[in-house]
């Protein structure tokens, strides 16, 4: 395919106008056509980036530190049959399959912003930035994670509860929504917002295969409605990221420009050139990070930092009708009587999160949400903690890959065969049947499940949904 066939006559010109000469564009062209290279990033709420280094150490895999997220490095193995979605400390979210300039909005909200407690992801999906707020947050505060497309939210619950997120509480809206009905609630805001995705062409070859102009004009109305509803959300003093995976000026500096005149007197640049080693390489006049591929041999993405200095004049309210919120939050004596129950079987949690009950289901809410339960409605809030019964409680796994304490007094270890039946769905045959009737399962010290000894076997309890076939670990 020549370079005219992949890359639109429009977008070329774009290009041009954005770069610095006709060899840088020969650069971004060629670099372009190449794969991209893989990048994680060690998920903190489970293990330390020191011990995760540790424990990969005889895997063959070379880890190259990524300069803006301390957390965050390339890979390259030596063996690259087994997909990395496979290994076990991915099953077990120790990490999370990031890619490396996908890292940068969150580092540049946190930079700003490191003791957010309010937070709104505004287009979360897959996981990749809520998961990565959470543990910067280290499940302190809380965040609404929004999500526009239904068939992605599943996706997103599935990710946050991998990683073992507790802070976070889910929506299905257009984004347009939160400037009106949650105003000035959030001290910190992403706007990852959707684009017309030019900077993903290494990893998506049909990327740019039905850009075009007219559509790219399109996508930024869009984003300009999305970018002032999230201006809207966020309290005077907080500070906003927009970005995008796309590389023209039309959805990025200029609409960036229109907030700006928009808001004058309320909105300030922030601007990121002491981000990390190296961030002037990709920075614009304004102060913004407009990252081409061949930069820092990435994907290309757009970042722009804002704080929001003054109130602005209100949304008109919305007219929608929330409906009587079925969740209740829990009596003292219940909250006791759960409490003690769950330390019998290793889980703990802190005053950041509060019970709540609806029916015979117990929930973990982020109290640090509760104001908002008035104003929204929420997909899935927290943790499912457990269900109800007349003999007592049955644990959630969410709630145990979260709660549970790999020193528990409860869990038992199993060995990389046993693990591997685990993730398959299968029951556990152990040689020596564990002393307790309930246990936490657990492989590399990490909890991957709440489980019951029957006999001699251990049953498997985990979801049907999450059961893995093919070739796991290494």
């Not at 009106?180 to 959707?194: G, K, R, S």
């Not at 961030?279 to 722009?304: C, K, M, N, Q, Y």
Request: charged share 20%; aromatic share 10%.
């Amino acid at each position: 395919m020549s370079v005219s066939d992949r890359f639109p006559e429009d977008f070329l010109a774009l290009m041009r106008a954005s770069l610095a000469d006709e060899a840088e564009l020969e650069r971004f062209l060629a670099i372009s056509q190449q794969p991209l290279r893989r990048s994680l990033r060690v998920n903190t709420l489970k293990i330390s980036v020191e011990d995760f280094l540790t424990r990969v150490a005889g895997y063959g895999w070379q880890l190259t530190p990524i300069p803006w997220c301390r957390e965050g490095f390339w890979i390259a193995r030596d063996d690259e049959s087994l997909p990395l979605g496979s290994v076990a400390e991915h099953l077990s979210g120790l990490f999370y399959i990031q890619e490396a300039s996908s890292m940068l909005p969150v580092t540049a909200l946190f930079d700003a912003a490191p003791d957010a407690r309010q937070v709104m992801d505004v287009a979360a999906a897959p996981g990749s930035k809520t998961t990565q707020m959470a543990a910067l947050m280290r499940n302190q505060g809380a965040i609404l994670a929004n999500e526009y497309s239904a068939s992605r939210v599943k996706v997103l619950h599935a990710n946050i509860s991998r990683c073992g997120v507790s802070n976070v509480a889910l929506t299905h809206f257009d984004g347009r929504v939160f400037g009106a009905a949650l105003p000035e609630q959030f001290d910190a805001v992403l706007l990852d917002a959707p684009c017309s995705g030019e900077g993903v062409v290494r990893k998506d070859a049909d990327a740019l295969r039905n850009w075009t102009l007219a559509s790219t004009e399109a996508i930024a109305a869009t984003q300009r409605d999305l970018l002032d509803s999230a201006f809207h959300a966020l309290q005077p003093g907080g500070t906003l990221i927009y970005s995008t995976c796309t590389l023209n000026t039309i959805e990025n500096q200029q609409v960036i420009a229109w907030l700006q005149q928009r808001y004058p007197q309320a909105l300030e640049i922030v601007p990121l050139n002491d981000l990390f080693a190296g961030a002037e390489r990709a920075l614009t006049p304004e102060g913004f990070l407009h990252v081409f591929p061949h930069i820092f041999d990435s994907e290309g993405f757009f970042v722009a930092r804002l704080r929001k200095t003054a109130s602005v004049p209100p949304l008109p309210a919305p007219t929608y009708k929330l409906g009587k919120l079925p969740f209740s939050p829990a009596s003292r004596k219940l909250v006791a009587e759960v409490a003690q129950a769950a330390h019998k079987v290793g889980l703990h949690w802190d005053e950041s999160l509060t019970l709540w009950q609806r029916d015979k289901e117990l929930w973990l809410f982020p109290a640090a949400l509760e104001s908002w339960l008035s104003k929204v409605r929420f997909s899935r809030i927290g943790l499912k903690l457990a269900e109800t019964f007349p003999k007592g409680f049955r644990w959630q796994h969410e709630a145990v890959v979260a709660l549970a304490q790999p020193d528990s007094a409860l869990a038992f270890e199993l060995d990389e065969a046993q693990a591997e039946s685990w993730y398959r769905g299968q029951d556990i045959h152990p040689d020596t049947p564990p002393a307790r009737d309930e246990v936490i399962v657990t492989y590399q010290q990490q909890p991957l499940g709440l489980a019951k000894r029957v006999g001699s076997r251990i049953k498997n309890s985990y979801p049907r949904e999450l059961v893995r076939d093919g070739r796991l670990f290494r």
